[in-house]
Nanobody, 119 residues
Framework: QLQASGGGSVQAGGSLRLSCTAS??????YAWFRQAPGKEREFVAH????????SYADSVKGRFTIWRDNRDNTLYLQMSSLKPEDTAVYYC????????????????WGQGTQVTVSS
């Protein structure tokens, strides 16, 4: 199971850190997705346990950082220089496919945490 937390409201230019704790098992690949009202769920960032690879959507590259703390099996997303267009519900996901950017490639999902960025 995945449990996401850390969302909130912040002004443009601010920062937030999201956390996602995995319990029950360790997965090879983790990712963050987000979904804004009226839009499809979109890929944000990916972390592969094997090789320590990360990948990012172009819209967040250079502003967001994904990493995983293997000591407590927690996935993080540090979000900086936030923009109003980053407003969405953020979901963590886990699966076995490396570098996957489609929601269909992930088997396990957290419950989502709201991020609101005001201008």
């Amino acid at each position: 199971q995945l449990q996401a937390s850390g969302g909130g409201s912040v002004q443009a230019g601010g920062s937030l850190r999201l956390s996602c704790t995995a319990s029950g098992r360790t997965f090879g690949n983790y990712a963050w997705f987000r979904q804004a009202p009226g839009k499809e769920r979109e890929f944000v960032a990916h972390n592969s346990w094997r090789g320590g690879k990360q990948s990012y959507a172009d819209s967040v590259k250079g502003r967001f950082t994904i990493w995983r703390d293997n000591r407590d099996n927690t996935l993080y997303l540090q979000m900086s220089s936030l923009k109003p267009e980053d407003t969405a519900v953020y979901y963590c996901a886990a699966g076995s496919k490396t570098y996957a950017t489609s929601p269909q490639d992930y088997d396990y999902w957290g419950q989502g945490t709201q991020v609101t960025v005001s201008s």
